[in-house]
Each structure stands twice: as structure tokens, then as C-alpha cells.
């Protein structure tokens, strides 16, 4: 029997009041990790419980009792470290600190960890240092593209997330893997990315996240939309990039099988995670695929969808396999409007 993909997915608490156990549980045989980041920490993401009171226990408790029931699931544990900037304490004592006090907790309230996912080499030397047997992963946003880049750091990493700008390149991804199976790494892939291809304002808007706390509490420039992408797609005849970009068609996710190790879905903070992970479980989505990323952009199209439906028996060819070499190609602009729809 051929061997189904397994996912990563992002712990959330959901605010159209879902449980998020619940989705873990209805999709266990296909979840293999839950990866979060500890409340009032920085990451990826806004921190866990942004908008409530600074250290709210609530927010902690859930977090500590939800991580502690997925455990018992069978499903790994993935603590993030993946800001991309951690200030002047980026290779200090009070670092390794502080990263050794939030896996304690998790320990404690969950009786282990699996995994760290990291974009620091110092966070991945202090895992290395102090709990070896935990799985240390790199993030995606160290944005590590090649084997060659991963053997400068193999000795820090067990495992590694593509750079999602090469993942469509369907035999490139296989020589990578090629290389991680032969020198005992893992490969990951982040499929449901609405970020742009290549995007040259990927290091600052990761950066900005990284100072969230203290950037939400500055006067914004006035005028001043701090998203490349939010600003690109207010051209309607710039939108046409969104197919250029680096997600991966829930369709076409099994030709990963043999790639990827596990495939991670975006979702810590999508409005909407159980009909993502849904659509990526079940190799099929009706609706609108703008609605599957994160951040999903739906409203930078509006009034109009891109109908996952529509989408050609060609596409996952055309697209693996041509190099990303838009300024000599027209497909993507060509083919653009024949999969909108008006709401």
C-alpha cells in the first residue's frame, strides 16, 4: 500500500470556537506533529494569545493541557524558535536560558518533546548541547535551498525545511532528497504559503514579526503598507503573481510522497485550520484557493476567487518542471483569468 503523506500542523486556539483537539483527533492517522510556539515568545507568527493580557494564564493553560492530550495521541511535539531576529541576546547566556526554561515547561506539562524548529545556529547548538536526543529542525525561514548549504550546518540540524522558492522543481526536490536520505536527514516542506515567490520583502516583514510586542506599540508611517504582496495585488494586473508563487496544490501533493517527509500546513493563524487541513488530508478542494493559505489574501481579490476547480490537467507539469523563469514565460499570466470567478 502506498505510503500517505503526514502532516505538521500549527496549534492555534481557534476563534470561531472550535476545538483544536478535535481536529487533531479526527485526522490523527494523518498528523504526525503539532508544532507551536510558546506564549509571548517570538516567532514565526504573532505571539500565542496576542490581543489578551501579556502572560495570560488562560491562554498557558490551554496551550499546556491541548499539548499534553495531542502527546498522548501518538502525535509529536514541535517547539518553535524560528524568529528571525532575537535581538542583542541572539548568541547570549540569556538565550540559552530562557530557550532551556520554555522546554522545560513543555516537558513538564507534556511529558516530552520530539522536536525544535529553529532559525538561530545558536538555538540549534543549545538543543544540541543540552537535550541531543531532541530532533532539531531548520526552519523554513532560514530559507536553506541546496545540499551544499545543508552540509554546512548538518552537524546542528537532524532535519530540514525546503526553501519553498525550489519546491516546485519536482527534480530538484528529489536531489535534495537524494542527499538528505544518504546522510540521515529528514526533508519538510511548507505547502500552503501565500507568500510571493523569491520576495524581497520576506527578511524585513520576518523581522518586523520577530519585534511584534514592541512594533505594535509604535506609530505606524502614516500611508505606509509594510506587505510587498498587499501592495503588489492592488494592481489587477500584478495579481496574476499569486500562481507563480510556492504552494503546492492540494491535487498534486502526492507526487511529494516520496520527497517529503512530512508536509507542513500553515495554520497557526488561519481563520479556518480543519478546512485546510481537510482539503490537504483528502487531496481535494471546491472552493477558493486563495481560502487554503496563510495569510490567505482572499480579500486582496475580492470580489473575485481563483477556483481551485479550474485549474488545468496540465498545471503540476507545466509548472514542476519549468524553472520558474517568469520574465521568459507568459503561461501564468495567460491563464490567470480563466480561473477567476466573481463571488
Given at each position: 500500500?502506498?505510503?500517505?503523506?503526514?502532516?505538521?500542523?500549527?496549534?492555534?486556539?481557534?476563534?470561531?470556537?472550535?476545538?483544536?483537539?478535535?481536529?487533531?483527533e479526527d485526522y490523527q492517522d494523518r498528523i504526525s506533529e503539532v508544532y507551536f510556539a510558546w506564549p509571548?515568545?517570538?516567532?514565526?507568527r504573532p505571539p500565542l494569545g496576542k490581543g489578551r493580557s501579556t502572560g495570560d494564564h488562560g491562554s498557558i493553560e490551554d496551550l499546556e493541557f491541548n499539548i499534553s492530550e495531542i502527546r498522548k495521541l501518538g502525535v509529536k511535539l514541535d517547539l518553535l524558535f524560528n524568529a528571525t531576529c532575537y535581538g542583542g541576546k541572539a548568541a547570549s547566556k540569556e538565550l540559552?536560558?530562557?530557550?532551556?526554561?520554555?522546554?522545560?515547561?513543555?516537558?513538564a506539562a507534556a511529558g516530552g518533546l520530539e522536536i525544535i524548529t529553529t532559525s538561530s545556529i545558536a538555538v540549534a547548538w543549545i538543543f544540541k548541547k543540552h537535550?541531543?536526543?531532541?530532533?532539531?529542525?531548520?526552519?523554513?525561514?532560514?530559507?536553506?535551498?541546496?545540499?551544499?548549504?545543508?552540509?554546512?550546518?548538518?552537524?546542528l540540524f537532524d532535519s530540514f525545511h525546503l526553501q519553498r522558492d525550489v519546491q516546485r522543481d519536482i527534480k530538484y526536490a528529489r536531489e535534495v532528497k537524494k542527499w538528505c536520505a544518504a546522510n540521515g536527514k529528514k526533508l519538510c516542506l511548507l505547502v500552503n504559503s501565500g507568500c510571493l515567490y523569491c520576495?524581497?520583502?520576506?527578511?524585513?516583514?520576518?523581522?518586523?514579526?520577530?519585534?511584534?510586542?514592541?512594533?505594535?506599540?509604535m506609530e505606524g508611517i502614516e500611508g505606509f503598507i509594510p506587505h510587498v504582496c498587499w501592495n503588489l495585488f492592488k494592481d489587477p494586473g500584478k495579481r496574476s503573481s499569486i500562481l507563480k508563487a510556492t504552494w503546492i496544490r492540494p491535487e498534486y501533493l502526492h507526487n511529494y510522497e516520496k520527497i517529503a517527509d512530512v508536509a507542513k500546513l500553515a495554520t497557526r493563524i488561519h481563520s479556518n485550520?480543519?478546512?485546510?487541513?481537510?482539503?490537504?488530508?483528502?487531496?481535494?478542494?471546491?472552493?477558493?484557493?486563495?481560502?487554503?493559505?496563510?495569510?490567505?489574501?482572499?480579500?486582496?481579490?475580492?470580489?473575485?476567487?481563483?477556483?481551485?476547480?479550474?485549474?488545468p490537467v496540465g498545471w503540476f507539469k507545466k509548472t514542476s518542471?519549468?524553472?520558474?523563469?517568469?520574465?521568459?514565460c507568459g503561461y501564468c499570466e495567460e491563464l490567470f483569468p480563466q480561473l477567476l470567478e466573481k463571488l
Open positions: 500500500m502506498k505510503d500517505k503523506m503526514k502532516f505538521a500542523i500549527g496549534y492555534q486556539e481557534p476563534e470561531n470556537g472550535e476545538d483544536f483537539l478535535s481536529i487533531v509571548g515568545k517570538a516567532s514565526g540559552e536560558r530562557e530557550v532551556m526554561s520554555v522546554a522545560e515547561k513543555v516537558t537535550l541531543p536526543k531532541v530532533e532539531v529542525r531548520a526552519s523554513v525561514n532560514m530559507k536553506i535551498g541546496s545540499p551544499e548549504s545543508m552540509s554546512y550546518v548538518s552537524e520576495c524581497p520583502g520576506q527578511l524585513f516583514h520576518d523581522n518586523l514579526v520577530a519585534h511584534d510586542d514592541e512594533a505594535s506599540g485550520p480543519r478546512m485546510v487541513i481537510d482539503a490537504y488530508v483528502n487531496g481535494r478542494h471546491d472552493g477558493n484557493l486563495l481560502d487554503l493559505f496563510e495569510p490567505t489574501l482572499s480579500m486582496a481579490f475580492a470580489p473575485e476567487i481563483i477556483s481551485n476547480r479550474k485549474f518542471t519549468c524553472g520558474h523563469k517568469c520574465h521568459k
